[in-house]
């Protein structure tokens, strides 16, 4: 039999991340590789109380067949959320997705004809760049300081492409490199997007895990034309299992949104949206962030003082003031692919940072998560870490 | 502000179905409109202790990121469920999806070049045309009698038409017509498909409804090469609110809608998944299924039955052994869009047949829903609705 696949599925490959999270199942293994959250700290008992709860008040409703833009006391949840980022919205606004990574594969869709040019920060996030790459796009990576995106080199990519379909940004706590962008850096951002009329998509699951300095609005806080279409997601705040996040848009644009969704999927769960709303209502949800943040910022703190006490001074790394990771560059000449090897049989892991650059290169970088490990594992994971980099700077010397 | 989608998103348009089910939310409506199941019949209680049980047992799991694949022994139980139909499987042959929705979608993603043909039957299911359309294929509507597609008009198609990527069939009560296919035509469509060397996909979310008669093996039995892809659902067996469904295919194939997934949404509810494993573990599921065809047949009885008393003799409908639909096709010159408005004026709800046409057309058909209201309803609905018929049948005469 011969099968005649569609164009786009050259581009598909698996995630390098998803593939890794699979040999990382072994309890030996320490692993930085994932972006999971610390489960020990899901709300499992509220979840108990407000399963029943929910199916007792509202049972033939959650388990039914709901609106494609989601359950409406959700989306004004939502949107009176997103008032802690600085932006005015209402459940007209908001689209309830499977988690934000549908909202990506969306903006793709929505977007992107073959060749379309898309920015995006260098590095940015893998799973985006391939829901993207489903729409075969050619991708221009912005050159990125410890601010944000340089903005005159943005520039000068506006001012030489005409078919820029949007940009794509992380502002808050980047993954994979853990920046933040400044205020100045957003404010010029959304300046250029105005000038050359170019659409931002503006993907925040960590902008609520800040563990020390000044909130500061979201990029959509700043749009003054409804060009910055915002992606949020509750797994990073409360639980990934439920898969649920949201799209916030101008009507016209979100739209387009729900039309998508209603071919992609119908809805998200009725069910897990209900809960998700109660959960709003009956609990601390502030609280259950603060204590978020409180174990998050002390796994930042020992894994940033492990890799200072264990890692050769060759290797420099970012100090993220809030999310889940760490961003750290090796001596060109590690390649952290064979390095990712090399820990796994020393059994930790981590992503290599080759795979957050859509064009390739950067192969001696890697991604480290600190939320899901306990401090005691973070630093015997750090401490084997370096003994495989040291092990390979040892190689290279000698050949 | 200037926006510029992509070109596909000229092909997608609102589904009519889910716009009616906006206007039906109105209680004195009696709608036949949606594909909704009882919400009467839900396991509310059963649900309730799963849900506790399942958080108590595997909290941490449950609400945590899991493979893309789907919850193992879900995967598992769903392939054991394929016996049922026929089918051999094993875990390996299993993705777990948001609903078989989503399997239309990542059908359409996988193979669909612009231009390139898909073949449907004549009425064919909206939901599917609509994701379809999104990856702006051609469609060719293969004729379809009482026991399927027409196999002689299906060859001649096949013969003059080089690029087919797949045939899109739904061979048990299809939706919206009720029909199924006989086991000759099943065997037909098999042969012919690997005469010409096509991919079959399958839908199937109403099989296991089956109120008389002697059940047919799915397509996938009869398939030696490993060209039909099994969509299943949870939807109509069990909660549509949970939005689970499923993907059978060979291994080669199912690793390409793994990759689609991992882009598109990552996975699907992990707590939803251990919930539903959890179900089919401790509860009898074929005697819920029971249940649902007792009540259903009873209500097709009512309609079908009413239908006969109420309608005028002009209007012809189908008699389904299952499912959740009967199809009826007024007179030529009678619109059932109109008639539509004018039903929804008599607070009576029902979806014109015209959309389930990809290519248009056949604008005096119309589908009826008839598992989703109590008999009482559908008696009064049938009489609403017969009225509206016979004040257009009226207009027409005199215009």
Redesign the interface.
Known sequence: ?????????DN????EI?EL??LTQDPKVISFA?G??A??L?P?EE??KI??DV??KY??????????EGYEPLRKVIASRMKKLGVEASKDNILV???S??GL?FSG?????PG?VILCESPSYL?AI??F???EPKFIEVPTDGDGMILEDLEDILKNNDNV?FIYVIPDFQNPSGRTWTEERRKGLIKLANKY?I?IVEDNPYGELRFEGEYLPALAHYDT???VIFLGTF?KIF?????LGWVYARS??LN?FI??K???????????QIQVAEFFEEYDIDGHIEKLRTVYKKRRDVMIKAMEDEFPDCVSFTRPNGGLFTWAVLPENINARELAVKALKKNVAFVPGGSFFPNGGNENTMRLNYSCMNEEKIIEGIKRLAAAINDMLLETEKA
């Open positions: 039999m011969s099968l005649k696949y569609a164009e786009r599925m598909i490959k698996a995630s998803r999270l699979k994932g999971l959250p489960a020990e899901f499992i979840m108990k399963s029943v199916l007792e049972g033939k409703v959650a388990l039914q067949y709901g609106p494609t997705i499977s988690g990574q549908q594969d869709k929505i977007f992107i004809n379309d799973g391939n829901a790459k489903a729409y379909k009329d659409v034309e409804g060009r797994s639980c990934p299992g439920l898969r016209d644009i387009k039309l998508t209603q071919g992609a999927d119908l809805q998200s769960s009725t069910i897990s």
